[in-house]
């Protein structure tokens, strides 16, 4: 006579056996794959006076695609916020009874309006 060779299954087992039969844990790489990508696009341009060029400027920036730009130079009085296209521009300069001089300018794209935590200027420029 041959004797069964299967032991009895305690509770614990029991658990056990249906934990890992449940649905597979997803590892670190399915993880990652699912993860967006997101890459923002920074230039600088010394734009040496803007008070006549943002139509070009703005231009040039969208042919570039870009999402932060920093102008420099941009001999704007005071400082501020104001919407230029699908940019928002942040802006700081000498005050509004002085010579127009220095100053600079930060373009943010409005898609990155949320991600981006847009604070105070601190400084009229460099």
């Known amino acids: 006579m041959q004797r ?8 614990k087992q029991e658990i056990l056996k249906k934990q890992t039969n449940s649905k597979p844990r997803k590892s670190d790489g399915d993880r990652r794959r699912k993860l967006k990508k997101r890459t923002l696009k920074f230039g600088t341009w010394n734009v040496q006076g803007c008070r006549n060029k943002l ?35 942040l802006f700081s300069g000498v005050k509004k009874y002085e010579r127009a001089k220095t100053g600079v300018s930060v373009l943010i794209n409005k898609k990155w309006k949320g991600p981006i935590k847009i604070g105070k200027l601190l400084t009229k420029g460099f």
């Open 4 to 11: 069964a060779s299967s032991s009895p299954i305690t509770k």
């Open 55 to 89: 139509e070009e400027i703005i231009g040039e920036i969208n042919i570039m695609k870009m999402d932060v730009v920093v102008l420099t130079e941009t001999k704007k009085k005071g400082t501020g916020s104001e919407t230029l296209g699908n940019y928002i521009q």
